[in-house]
């Protein structure tokens, strides 16, 4: 076959998205249910057919193209155009999106059934399946993007669906407004990165004139050696953007809110994908951080700063989500920690393992959510489904959701022969011959990775049910479960995409990313890192298998005391954001609204009217009726008329 | 002699007014159908212009001078001309207003006839601004959009309405009155008021254009509104009844700026050179603060009305920046803003309707209630928080470019203050939109909103698809601007070169 | 000469008594007859300075007919006598300040820009015949003549609707 | 015959002597009277004026004077009787509706 004419196929992986979208908006309330989740599922499913053929058609030319489609904006010299580049970056991020994601639309099939009925609005599920189909659009034109500028469009539209994602259930939540409350705060703190993004743009194209990767990471070289500055400038922007995207300090609060969104929402935008998207970013502009050591140290103490702090957090959680919420910051921790170092293809392979794992995870804790929904009683309100203190023992009731939590778990923690043990390793190895620092920091968070997963397993599956919905969990049907046992496979697989002496991922990426000399596989940090996860899992089996009173008293509790306290309030961090930035803005705004504006400018004019009110009352007394005052002040005229003719 | 289109154009609405007196006032429908029937045909004759107007010719087209009377021994006449610039905002006017009539089909029941006519009378003072080429014939134009806009404020307004009209009046007759000697002291000291001889001849001096810069400025800064001039925009966005807000926001605003567009820069390129820092600064401040003082509105429309200001503050920016990104950016921005804005006042006049308030509070989770305008609603917002792929972006994002790169502004700090605005954006107007279309449902009288009716979804679809087009492919509109924007830089960078 | 000047000064003794009289009298049928007086020493100027046809119509129109036209309005409303203590303070000072200052101006101007030697002339045949007048009336001034008679039609047409109770009744 | 300065003079009495009646009278038609004086000075000074230049054209200005007087007058007791009607009373100073 043309590979030409098979790159061309290209821009389908966001039309098939689109037309399934549209397809849905149109009819998908007509035809019901079925109907809308298969559209949708087809509609992602083409996509990763197509990606599928592009990754074919890449083997052989792994140089790949840049397929225009149109013109965007043309202004003068900016020439921006609507293009997608097929390279093998790309084609392996669109085929996680579109892999991972067409599983995550299967499950949502089963999963959403139970959830609009649950929540009591049936009329929900069609608008699901849009959003979701719109978010692989844009996940797509993200990764298939050939200039900043149009990735940006991407970049922006899986903030907007991750915000209508989240914001699914808008009237459930902390006060009814719980939901759309996380959903806002997402996307302002996306914005927030979004700023820093849009700056580095302007940067980018005043100082390379471009926004076209090629163009602009051709001349990187030069413009490091004419303007170190900007170039720092540029890099720490787009961190900027990063760790609002990706969930990195400072601005990770939004994740862990993020979890009001439906499950499949969780698994697929909160941890497969959207948030590797900031990976993906520096990734891509790697070339920009390989220039700028300062800028590089700066990423990966952010990352793995990131890791070991979440992974705090993590600990002392008791919403299984939100757990996961915080195992997938760390994650995301570790892969910014990697391209921060330079290993940008152990954050890539990373990035991918993370997809089957994590997304494995999420959804399989979905399974377990709508387990005990089914097992609640009619009209019981007073357990929360999320909450792991009232699980327990659901291992009997739920066998094939327990086996592939297992999986997750186990590969999430580490453990040979995974596929977290091997990406994880990885970064461990850079870290471990580059930057002692960071491996400490990173080897911690990745023990307290397996400590909090054995904690869950121990929480969620082992032991006595403690609640009586546990205790009547069932297992779901066959299409949650398919996807399920699918993920699994790919998570006990997922190694082998880049063992260690055979590197496949990296021959594949250096296409684009250039030849990344591959650390060297270190017995002893392998040795090291297994003995931690191993540790951390024992660990957590120990302590959390023990009989607990009712109700459920974490055990770490009395054993750290108030450092407990910390974690399990997430280091107030929430709170601290409120008190020096949202509440002084709040009080800003206010300020300037009724003291400045109504008081100070609106008075402006005001004043001025007032003043002309005022001499006119003044005037307004000679006006006073009488004909005799006024002949008076005729005379008074005529007298300083004729006056003034004498003196002159 | 062919029909003139730029004529035909300004003089339709005329005969639509004439053919509205000739009609019984209580014949109410055939009243809004002719006001329709004449905005549509307008609009119709204005796109027949598009298609006889040649979009790679920096030059004004289907001019016409008559001779009118003279001054000081200065001709003045009707001279009307159209260019790449203007072209976009007499679209904007003749697109708006049938969609802004088709709103008050049921908002309006009183004095039909009267409204009508003043909105027609509207559009005609609006499209004379825009193709004014006399300084003279603009002035008179600019003055008569007040006229009819004082009235739909003041008779057909809410509770505050006639303080808000006359606020209104007062602010814009105070700047243009100094407009006014400027436009007299230009045409009696260089012995012109044609702006196409005027423009580029170099005859200003210097020193003269500082002054004037600030005369024509001032007008058109309280138009636009410019911090901190805009504190009659609040008052007669909130009081205007929706299809007077829609207008007040999609086009009368724009005058401002367009006003800067052919006034100010070509007339005063020195002096523009010299006061874009300035006005530059004066925007960013206005971004920020109107983005600021819009998060604590509690009236939905007082809400928009400072959104307005931070909107609109962007498209100075973009003026400022005095190159080709920021200047078209700002054109488009300003095409963009009467899109989204004009949407969101209809659709907070659509809640108006149905609930007779505009208070945040009195709203929450009607997304469940009313879920196709919920969608509509979503989609507008969106486009006025500048989504990528929506018309705002693409407006934005080139103005912040222009601006970034100008060098006569002279240092990226403006443009990157500036983009927190669109941080700033998104805490307002996702606020706004949590408070009306999310959460639960409070009050009870929102249970049984009805949701729109398809003359509702006919005025906000051309908006939101023309959005969805200037966001996807903006190509179109910047080659129709692009050879008349070339020439104003030439006329600056020349007038730069020679300062030096 | 003298003789003149005699006649001149003793009416013009008469003229300034009556005036003053005019304003000074608390009836005001008095000071309708005290302008009368006034009016006809001033008709007696205009006839020694040559001007007989003013002079009449002074007599006739102005003395006759509008102070009877006074009288009558005078004696219809009751020649009511209103209470003339004067509540703005400022008032008379000021006005009686101001008149003086007026009047020394109008002297002064006359002390200065016109000298004493300059005498009125006899009377002439061409001024003082009322040919003369009428010609310059119905030529050079025939507009404003026309302009005057509207202007008096006017007034007679304004008098009586001004006057016209039942009308004013019938809007009530 | 008599200096002009002499009829000037006393034009210029006269009108004064109306100013001060027009100022301190608070009777309508007294104030009426006091007009019609001060336009009897000032039709004095177009005769004084129109003898010394030989001239006609000042008496035929003191013939619009007088006409335009008599048409003040019918007007003006007109609306002094109107007034009366509804004030009962002639004092000036109970006009003082229309004001600021």
């Given at each position: 076959m043309?590979?030409?004419?098979?790159?061309?196929l290209?821009?389908?992986?966001v039309?098939?998205?689109?037309i399934?979208l549209?397809?849905n908006?149109?009819?998908?309330?007509?035809?019901?249910?079925?109907?809308s989740?298969?559209?949708?599922?087809?509609?992602?499913g083409l996509?990763f057919v197509?990606?599928v053929?592009l990754?074919v058609a890449?083997?052989?030319?792994?140089e790949?193209?840049?397929?225009?489609?149109?013109?965007?904006?043309?202004i003068?010299?900016?020439?921006?155009r609507?293009a997608?580049?097929?390279d093998?970056l790309s084609?392996v991020?669109m085929l996680?999106?579109?892999?991972?994601?067409?599983?995550?639309?299967?499950?949502?099939?089963?999963?959403?059934h139970?959830?609009?009925r649950?929540?009591?609005?049936e009329?929900?599920?069609t608008?699901f399946?849009?959003f979701?189909n719109?978010?692989?659009?844009a996940?797509m034109?993200l990764?298939s993007?050939d200039?900043?500028?149009?990735?940006?469009?991407?970049?922006e539209?899986?903030?907007l669906?991750?915000?209508?994602?989240?914001g699914f259930?808008f009237?459930?939540?902390?006060?009814?407004?719980?939901?759309s409350?996380a959903?806002?705060k997402?996307?302002i703190?996306?914005?927030?990165?979004?700023?820093?993004l849009?700056i580095?743009?302007?940067l980018?194209?005043?100082?390379f004139g471009s926004?076209?990767?090629?163009a602009?990471?051709?001349?990187?070289?030069?413009?490091?050696a004419?303007k170190?500055?900007v170039?720092l400038?540029?890099?720490l922007f787009?961190?900027?953007?990063?760790?609002?995207?990706?969930?990195q300090?400072p601005l990770?609060?939004?994740l862990?809110d993020?979890?009001?969104g439906?499950?499949?929402?969780s698994?697929?935008?909160?941890?497969?994908?959207?948030v590797?998207?900031?990976?993906?970013?520096m990734?891509?502009?790697?070339?920009?951080?390989?220039?700028?050591p300062?800028a590089?140290?700066?990423v990966?103490w952010?990352?793995?700063?990131t890791?070991?702090?979440?992974?705090?957090i993590a600990?002392?959680?008791?919403?299984?989500k939100?757990?996961l919420?915080?195992s997938t910051?760390?994650?995301?921790?570790?892969m910014?920690?990697?391209?921060g170092?330079g290993?940008?293809?152990a954050?890539?392979?990373?990035l991918i393992?993370h997809?089957?794992?994590?997304?494995l995870?999420?959804l399989?804790a979905?399974?377990?959510?709508q387990g005990?929904?089914?097992?609640?009683?009619?009209?019981?309100?007073?357990?929360d489904p999320?909450?792991?203190?009232?699980?327990?023992g659901i291992?009997?009731?739920?066998?094939?959701?327990?086996w592939?939590?297992?999986?997750?778990a186990l590969a999430?923690s580490g453990?040979?022969?995974?596929?977290?043990?091997?990406?994880?390793?990885e970064?461990?190895?850079?870290?471990?011959t580059?930057?002692?620092g960071?491996?400490?920091?990173?080897?911690?968070a990745?023990?307290m990775?397996a400590f909090?997963?054995g904690r869950?397993?121990?929480?969620v599956?082992?032991?006595?049910?403690r609640s009586?919905?546990?205790?009547g969990?069932t297992?779901?049907?066959?299409v949650?479960?398919?996807?399920?046992m699918i993920?699994a496979?790919?998570s006990v697989?997922?190694?082998?995409?880049?063992?260690p002496g055979?590197h496949?991922?990296e021959?594949w990426?250096?296409?684009?990313?250039?030849?990344v000399e591959?650390a060297?596989?270190?017995?002893?940090?392998?040795?090291?890192?297994l003995v931690?996860a191993l540790?951390?899992?024992?660990?957590?089996?120990?302590?959390?298998?023990?009989?607990n009173?009712?109700?459920?008293?974490?055990?770490?509790?009395?054993?750290l005391?108030?450092?407990?306290t910390?974690m399990?309030?997430?280091w107030w961090?929430?709170?601290?954001?409120?008190?020096?930035?949202l509440?002084?803005y709040k009080?800003?705004a206010?300020?300037m609204?009724?003291?400045?504006?109504?008081?100070?400018?609106?008075r402006?004019?005001?004043?001025?009217?007032?003043?002309?009110?005022?001499?006119?009352?003044?005037?307004?007394?000679?006006?006073?009726?009488y004909?005799?005052?006024y002949?008076l002040?005729?005379l008074?005229?005529?007298t300083?008329?004729?006056?003034?003719?004498?003196?002159? | 002699?062919s029909?003139?289109p730029?004529?035909?154009?300004?003089?339709?609405p005329?005969?639509g007014?004439?053919?509205?007196?000739l009609?019984k006032?209580?014949?109410k429908?055939?009243?809004?159908?002719?006001a329709?029937?004449?905005?549509?045909?307008?609009?119709?004759l204005?796109?027949?212009m598009?298609s006889?107007?040649?979009s790679?010719s920096p030059?004004l087209?289907?001019?016409?001078?008559q001779a009118?009377?003279?001054?000081?021994?200065?001709?003045?006449?009707?001279h009307?001309?159209?260019?790449?610039i203007?072209?976009?905002?007499?679209l904007?006017?003749?697109f708006?207003?049938?969609?802004a009539?088709?709103s008050?089909?049921?908002?309006?029941?009183?004095k039909?006839?009267?409204?009508?006519?003043?909105f027609?009378?509207l559009?005609v003072?609006?499209?004379?601004?825009?193709?004014?080429?006399d300084?003279?014939?603009?002035?008179?134009f600019?003055e008569f959009?007040?006229?009819p806009m004082?009235?739909?404020?003041?008779l057909?307004g809410?509770e505050?309405?006639?303080?808000?009209?006359v606020?209104?009046?007062?602010?814009?007759m105070?700047?243009?009155v100094?407009?006014?000697a400027?436009?007299?002291?230009?045409?009696?000291?260089y012995?012109s008021?044609?702006?196409?001889?005027?423009?580029g001849?170099?005859?200003?001096?210097?020193?003269a254009?500082?002054?004037?810069f600030g005369?024509f400025?001032?007008?058109f800064?309280?138009?636009?509104?410019?911090?901190?001039l805009?504190?009659?925009l609040?008052?007669?966005?909130?009081?205007?009844?929706t299809?007077?807000?829609?207008i007040?926001?999609?086009?009368?605003l724009?005058?401002?700026a367009?006003?800067?567009?052919?006034?100010?820069?070509?007339?005063f390129?020195?002096?523009?050179?010299?006061?874009?820092?300035?006005m530059?600064?004066l925007?960013?401040?206005?971004i920020?603060y109107g983005a600021?003082v819009?998060y604590?509105?509690?009236d939905v429309?007082?809400?928009?009305?400072?959104?307005?200001i931070?909107?609109?503050?962007?498209?100075v920016l973009?003026i400022?920046?005095l190159?080709l990104?920021?200047?078209q950016?700002?054109i488009?921005q300003m095409?963009?803003?009467?899109?989204s804005t004009?949407?969101?006042?209809?659709?907070?006049?659509?809640l108006?309707?149905r609930r007779?308030t505009?208070?945040?509070e009195n709203?929450?989770?009607?997304?469940?209630v009313?879920?196709?305008?919920?969608?509509?609603?979503l989609i507008?917002?969106?486009?006025?928080?500048g989504?990528?792929?929506?018309n705002?972006?693409?407006?934005e994002?080139t103005i912040?470019?222009g601006?970034?790169g100008?060098?006569a502004?002279?240092?990226?700090?403006?443009?990157?203050?500036?983009?927190?605005?669109?941080i700033?954006?998104?805490?307002y107007?996702?606020?706004?939109?949590?408070?009306?279309?999310?959460?639960?449902v409070?009050?009870?009288e929102?249970?049984?909103l009805?949701?729109?009716?398809?003359?509702e979804?006919?005025?906000?679809a051309?908006i939101l698809?023309?959005?969805?087009w200037?966001?996807?492919?903006p190509?179109?509109f910047?080659?129709l601007m692009?050879?008349?924007?070339?020439k104003?830089t030439t006329?600056?960078?020349?007038?730069?070169?020679?300062?030096? | 000469?003298?003789l003149?000047?005699?006649?001149?000064?003793?009416?013009?003794?008469?003229?300034?008594?009556?005036?003053?009289?005019?304003?000074?009298?608390?009836?005001?049928v008095?000071?309708?007859?005290?302008?009368?007086?006034?009016f006809?020493?001033?008709?007696?100027f205009?006839l020694?300075?040559?001007?007989?046809?003013?002079?009449?119509?002074?007599i006739t129109?102005?003395a006759?007919a509008?102070?009877?036209?006074?009288?009558?309005?005078?004696?219809?409303l009751?020649a009511?006598k209103?209470?003339?203590i004067?509540?703005?303070?400022?008032?008379?000072p000021?006005?009686?300040?101001?008149?003086?200052?007026?009047?020394l101006?109008?002297?002064?101007a006359?002390?200065?820009?016109v000298?004493v030697?300059v005498?009125?002339?006899?009377?002439?045949e061409?001024l003082s015949?009322?040919?003369t007048?009428?010609?310059?009336?119905?030529t050079?001034y025939s507009?404003?003549?026309?302009?005057?008679?509207?202007i008096?039609?006017?007034?007679?047409i304004g008098?009586?609707?001004?006057?016209?109770?039942s009308?004013?009744e019938?809007?009530? | 015959?008599?200096p002009?300065?002499?009829p000037l003079?006393?034009a210029?009495?006269?009108?004064?002597?109306g100013i001060?009646g027009?100022?301190?009278?608070k009777?309508?038609?007294?104030?009426?009277?006091?007009l019609?004086?001060?336009?009897?000075?000032?039709?004095?000074?177009f005769?004084t004026?129109?003898?010394?230049y030989?001239l006609?054209?000042?008496?035929?200005?003191?013939v619009?004077?007088m006409?335009?007087a008599a048409?003040?007058?019918?007007?003006?007791?007109?609306?002094m009787?109107?007034?009366f009607?509804?004030?009962?009373?002639?004092?000036?100073?109970q006009?003082?509706?229309l004001?600021?």
């Open positions: 043309e590979s030409g004419l098979t790159f061309n290209v821009p389908w992986v039309f098939l998205p689109l399934g549209s397809i908006l149109l009819f998908g309330r007509k035809f019901g249910e079925s109907f989740g298969t559209v949708a599922s087809l509609a992602t996509a197509v990606s053929i990754a890449l083997a052989n030319h792994p790949g193209v840049t397929v225009p489609l149109a013109d965007w904006i043309t003068g010299s900016l020439t921006v609507w997608f580049r097929v093998t084609v991020m996680v999106v579109s892999g991972v994601g067409t599983l995550i639309h299967i499950y949502s099939i089963g999963y959403m139970n959830d609009v649950h929540n009591g609005d009329g929900r599920y608008r399946f849009v979701l719109l978010f692989i659009a996940m034109i990764v993007a200039n900043f500028l149009m990735m940006f469009v991407g970049w539209g899986v903030g669906c991750s915000y209508l994602l989240i259930w009237e459930k939540g902390k006060n009814g407004t719980g939901n409350e959903a806002k997402a996307f703190a996306n914005r927030i990165g979004d700023f820093g849009l580095a743009m302007f980018i194209f005043v100082n926004f076209e990767f090629d602009v990471f051709s001349q990187a070289a030069a413009i490091t004419d170190p500055g170039m400038a540029i890099t787009m961190l900027l953007g990063v760790t609002g995207k990706s969930a300090l990770y609060v939004w862990p993020a979890m009001a439906p499950t499949p929402v698994a697929l935008i909160h941890a497969a994908t959207m590797t998207a900031g990976v993906y970013l990734t891509r502009s790697a070339a920009f951080y390989m220039l700028v300062n590089q140290s700066v990966m952010v990352g793995a700063a890791a070991l702090f979440a992974a705090t600990v002392a959680q008791y919403d299984i939100k757990v919420a915080y910051i760390s994650q995301l921790g570790f910014v920690a990697a391209v170092m290993a940008t293809v954050g890539m392979f990373h393992t997809a089957f794992f994590k997304g995870l999420f399989a979905g399974s377990v959510i005990v929904e089914r097992g609640m009683h009619h009209g019981d309100h007073g357990t999320q909450d792991m203190r009232q699980m327990g291992r009997k009731q739920m066998p094939v959701t327990f592939v939590y297992l999986i997750g999430l453990i040979a022969p995974l596929a977290g043990f091997f990406s994880k390793d970064i461990l190895a850079a870290a471990w580059s930057q002692p960071i491996f400490i920091v990173l080897a911690l990745a023990f990775t909090y997963m869950q397993l121990v929480m599956f082992f032991g006595d049910a009586e919905a546990a205790k969990a297992e779901s049907k066959l949650v479960t398919l996807p399920l993920l496979g790919l697989l997922g190694g082998l995409l880049n063992l055979l496949t991922l021959h990426l250096e296409h684009t990313l250039g030849k591959p060297h596989f270190v017995w002893l940090v392998a040795g090291i890192s931690l540790l951390g899992l024992g660990l957590g089996w120990m302590i959390y298998s023990r009989k009173e009712k109700p459920f008293v974490d055990p770490l509790k009395k054993a005391g108030p450092l407990f910390g399990e309030n997430k961090v929430d709170e601290l954001y409120a008190a020096v930035i509440n002084p009080a800003f206010h300020f609204a009724e003291p400045v504006d109504l008081g100070v400018i609106d402006i004019g005001g004043g001025l009217a007032a003043g002309t009110r005022a001499m006119a009352e003044g005037l307004r007394k000679l006006e006073n009726g004909i005799r005052t002949g002040l005729m008074l005229g005529l300083a008329i004729l006056t003034w003719l004498f003196l002159h | 002699m029909l003139n730029l004529l035909l154009t300004i003089a339709f005329l005969a007014v004439v053919v509205m007196l009609l006032a209580k014949w429908n055939a009243i809004r159908w002719t329709l029937l004449t905005s549509l045909v307008t609009f119709g204005s796109l027949w598009l006889q107007f040649n790679a030059d087209q289907f001019e016409i001078n009118w009377f003279s001054l000081g021994g200065n001709p003045i006449g009707f009307i001309g159209v260019d790449g203007s072209i976009l905002m007499v904007l006017t003749t708006l207003t049938p969609l009539i088709l008050t089909w049921k908002a309006v029941d009183e039909v006839k009267s409204f009508m006519a003043f027609l009378l559009e003072g609006m499209l004379g601004v825009f193709l004014s080429l300084m003279v014939l603009f002035y008179i600019w959009t007040l006229i004082y009235f739909l404020i003041g057909w809410g505050r309405r006639v303080y808000a009209a606020k209104f009046f007062l602010y814009t105070a700047g243009s100094l407009m006014l400027g436009i007299l002291w230009i045409g009696l000291q012995g008021f044609n702006l196409t001889q005027l423009v001849s170099g005859m200003i001096p210097a020193a254009q500082l002054w004037l005369a400025g001032l007008a800064a309280i138009k636009v509104p410019m911090f901190p805009h504190s009659w609040p008052d007669a966005h909130t009081e205007a009844p299809a007077g807000s829609v007040l926001a999609g086009v009368l724009k005058m401002g367009y006003g800067f567009l052919r006034f100010n820069l070509p007339l390129p020195d002096a523009s050179i010299q006061f874009a820092p300035w530059a600064g925007a960013v401040v206005g920020i600021l819009a604590r509105q509690k429309k007082k809400l928009v009305a400072y959104s307005s931070s909107h609109l503050g962007f498209v973009g400022f920046a190159n990104q920021g200047l950016g700002a488009l095409v963009n803003h009467g899109l004009g949407a969101l006042f209809l659709v907070v006049g659509m108006y309707e007779h505009r208070l945040l709203f929450g989770g009607l997304w469940k009313v879920p196709v305008m919920g969608t509509l609603a507008t917002m969106l486009s006025s928080v989504l990528p792929g929506l705002g972006f693409v407006g994002f912040l470019l601006a970034f100008s060098e502004i002279g240092s990226p700090w403006f443009a990157g203050v500036a983009t927190l605005g669109v700033l954006a998104a805490v107007l996702f606020h706004m939109f949590q408070k009306l279309f999310l959460g639960p409070i009050h009870e929102n249970q049984k009805k949701d729109v009716s398809v003359r979804i006919l005025i906000l051309p698809l023309l959005a969805f200037i966001g996807l492919y190509k179109p910047f080659m692009a050879p008349a924007v070339e104003l006329i600056i960078q020349s007038a730069a070169l020679l300062a030096q | 000469m003298t003149n000047l005699l006649l001149f000064l003793a009416l013009a003794v008469i003229a300034i008594a009556s005036a003053a009289g005019l304003i000074m009298s608390r009836n005001t008095y000071s309708a007859l005290f302008l009368i007086i006034n006809l020493t001033v008709a007696v205009y020694v300075m040559g001007a007989p046809f003013i002079a009449l119509a002074q129109v102005y006759g509008i102070m009877v036209l006074f009288l009558f309005v005078i004696m219809m009751g009511e209103p209470n003339e004067e509540r703005m303070k400022w008032q008379r000021l006005a009686i300040v101001l008149s003086g200052a007026i009047l101006e109008g002297v002064y006359l002390i200065t820009r000298a030697n005498t009125t002339s006899p009377a002439t061409a015949d009322p040919k007048l009428g010609i310059s009336l119905y050079k507009l404003p003549f026309e302009i005057t008679s509207v008096l039609l006017v007034a007679a008098a009586v609707i001004l006057t016209n109770k009308r004013k019938a809007g009530k | 015959m008599i002009i300065a002499y003079s006393l210029a009495i006269l009108f004064i002597i001060i027009f100022l301190l009278r009777n309508a038609i007294v104030i009426f009277m006091c019609e004086l001060m336009f009897n000075a000032a039709n004095l000074v005769i004026f129109s003898n010394y030989q006609i054209d000042g008496q035929v200005f003191v619009f004077v006409t335009v048409a003040e007058v019918a007007v003006g007791l007109a609306l009787v109107a007034i009607r509804t004030k009962h009373s002639i004092d000036i100073d006009m003082n509706s004001k600021g």
